[in-house]
């Protein structure tokens, strides 16, 4: 059975939620091993504040990186079917033929590093047309009174239905944008994504799909 994606418990878990919000996206609940979900845990928010507090500037990128080699090497070791690759700079991009555009019609999962007022994970699932479907761990709802105007925006929609897959359909345009506004990656030298594929349900690049599962 698969699990529901879960939302972050503070301000600053981000990115040990998204990532195992990959796992579970991937794999059954009966697949996942305590290993996995230790040492996502152990390894994230790693980043200091400008105070020196650990954990209260989130996860840096090079955790975000060990964890996808970690994962690799995990996989390997114990015949899971995990794979992941670590993307930065340039590479992190959303057009036709892609990486992390061809992730998402073979099947796969990316957290993505993008903005929502400050640095911040989600989990890509699933491509339509000009729009990605992506779960955002930052809980909100959206007939809030107080809900931010950015939310209201054309390029964003609330996905209230889809507790394993989705909660936010947003514009590529948007996302691909070189600016820090709600749910835009950024100046490319800032960018980062780790794609997560289980190999089992992998789709190979002759049988993808382009919509949302």
């Not at 761990?137 to 809900?147: A, F, K, R, V």
């Amino acid at each position: 059975m698969k699990n529901l994606l879960n939302y972050q418990s503070s301000e600053y878990d981000c990115g040990p939620v998204s990532l195992t919000n990959a796992i579970r996206y991937l794999f059954e609940r009966e697949m996942i091993y305590p290993d996995i979900i230790k040492y996502i845990m152990l390894y994230c928010l790693d980043s200091y504040n400008e105070e020196g507090e650990v954990g209260k500037r989130g996860t840096s990128a090079s955790a975000m990186m060990f964890l996808s080699n970690w994962l690799n090497q995990f996989g390997q070791m114990k015949n899971f079917p995990i794979s992941c690759e670590f993307l930065s700079g340039e590479e992190v991009y959303l057009a036709q033929n892609s990486k992390i555009i061809g992730a998402l019609q073979q099947g796969g999962a990316v957290v993505l590093r993008l903005f929502l007022d400050v640095g911040h994970y989600v989990l890509l699932t699933g491509v339509k047309e000009e729009k990605v479907y992506l779960f955002d761990p930052y809980y909100e709802e959206p007939d809030d009174p107080n809900l931010d105007k950015e939310y209201l925006s054309g390029d964003i929609t609330f996905i209230t239905d889809q507790p394993k897959y989705a909660n936010r359909a947003v514009s590529i345009q948007r996302l691909n944008r070189l600016t820090e506004g709600y749910y835009e990656m950024g100046p490319y030298d800032i960018r980062e994504a780790v794609i997560l594929y289980n190999r089992d349900t992998r789709l190979s690049p002759e049988r993808t799909i382009d919509y949302f599962i």
